[in-house]
């Protein structure tokens, strides 16, 4: 997965964490018309491995003591497992990518605080 992630920050170098997460299709696809709300959806632009890739890190990434808050808060709003995983790796990419950015090492104590 860190190949994966070097690869599309190294083709998007001056983008935002938003034009990351919409490169790999995890960004919400709103169905509205009018006054109606639809329901959101995947986009799923991009490159399916990578979404793949992601999700799998997520699933891992739910098991940790650093994530494990974060993902059961995504749980108790009433998500399925499948929504609030695929949250967990949106909010993975983002931070990966301020890391990328920044050239910093990841701070588990500093995760866990502003999650």
Do not use: H
């Not at 920050?9 to 018309?33: I, Q």
């Not at 739910?62 to 949106?90: E, P």
């Amino acid at each position: 997965c860190g190949s994966l992630l070097v690869m599309i920050f190294g083709r998007m170098p001056a983008a935002s964490a938003d034009a990351v997460v919409a490169f790999t299709g995890l960004d919400p696809r709103p169905n509205d018309s009018g006054k109606k709300t639809g329901q959101r959806r995947l986009s799923k632009k991009g490159w399916p491995e990578s979404r793949r890739l992601l999700y799998a890190a997520a699933m891992s990434a739910a098991r940790t003591k650093t994530w494990k808050d974060f993902y059961q808060a995504q749980r108790s709003k009433g998500l399925s497992t499948t929504a609030a995983l695929v949250v967990l790796a949106r909010k993975l990419m983002r931070v990966a990518f301020s890391l990328f950015k920044r050239q910093v090492m990841f701070a588990p104590r500093l995760a866990a605080a502003n999650t």
